[in-house]
């Protein structure tokens, strides 16, 4: 099955710095990438997501980068807000009959005022 | 929209009791997951439904875990007995198929389990 690694584990930035997060997956097969944020005691929210004929995807401070052939994709967050504060994770899926996804062991992303 | 809808919210029993949380997914979504999510083991896929029809229950830890969809509307997730390494926050996600491609998972609050 799909195994999918996320580093780092915790990340700490200075408010206005980026942060990249990335993650690496093992099934070729996988073609559809999504980012979660979960704030403290909520629930994991979609922030953004990248389809396999895709290389990169932006949505203001938020950006998502795919390396098929190396099989990781990244995200990044640009101009680092406190409000930016929470555990992230990765995904991946496949198309076909078990339409699952796979997440990463997620990332703390602490940033500093 | 009013979103996944996961009940109760918290709940707090003792070994050994039954403990039954509750989900409504989206309306129309026709893909329902159980995740659990600890400290140590991350967000875990516990099983999904496709129309109601389990297709994956793998990640169900053993028996004593059951799930169940008697409709489109409707799921529920059933630890007998539970045992305090039950005690996690549960999500339920649900989610729309469209041909081949996958879909976005949209979760509900989560069900904070503690088991004493």
């Known amino acids: 099955g799909e195994n999918v690694e996320q580093h780092p584990s915790t990340l700490s930035v200075q408010e206005g710095d980026s942060a990249v997060i990335k993650c690496t997956y093992s099934d070729s097969a996988s073609n559809y990438f999504p980012w979660y944020k979960q704030e403290l005691g909520k629930r994991p929210q979609l922030i953004i997501d990248?389809?396999?004929?895709?290389g990169e995807k932006k949505d203001q401070r938020i950006a998502v980068t795919l390396n098929k052939t190396a099989k990781h994709f990244s995200l990044h967050i640009t101009e680092t807000q406190p409000e930016d504060s929470a555990v992230y994770f990765c995904a991946a899926g496949t198309s076909g009959s078990a339409r699952q996804l796979t997440f990463g062991s997620g990332t703390q992303l602490t940033v500093l005022p | 929209d009013a979103g996944v809808i996961q009940s109760p919210r918290h709940e707090v029993t003792e070994m050994g009791q039954e403990v039954t949380l509750r989900c409504k997914p989206i309306s129309g979504h026709d893909y329902l997951f159980w995740y659990r999510q600890t400290m140590m083991r991350g967000l875990e896929l516990l099983i999904y439904?496709?129309?109601?029809?389990?297709?994956?229950d793998s990640g169900m830890p053993e028996d004593r875990f059951s799930a169940k969809m008697p409709n489109a509307s409707f799921s529920t997730l059933k630890i007998q007995p539970s045992e305090p390494r039950d005690s996690a926050v549960y999500f339920c996600?649900?989610?729309?198929?469209?041909?081949?491609?996958?879909?976005?998972?949209?979760f509900g609050p989560g069900t904070r389990l503690l088991v004493l």
């Open positions: 439904f496709n129309n109601n029809v389990p297709i994956d």
């Open positions: 996600a649900s989610s729309l198929s469209g041909g081949a491609r996958v879909k976005t998972q949209y």
């Open positions: 990248i389809r396999s004929n895709v």
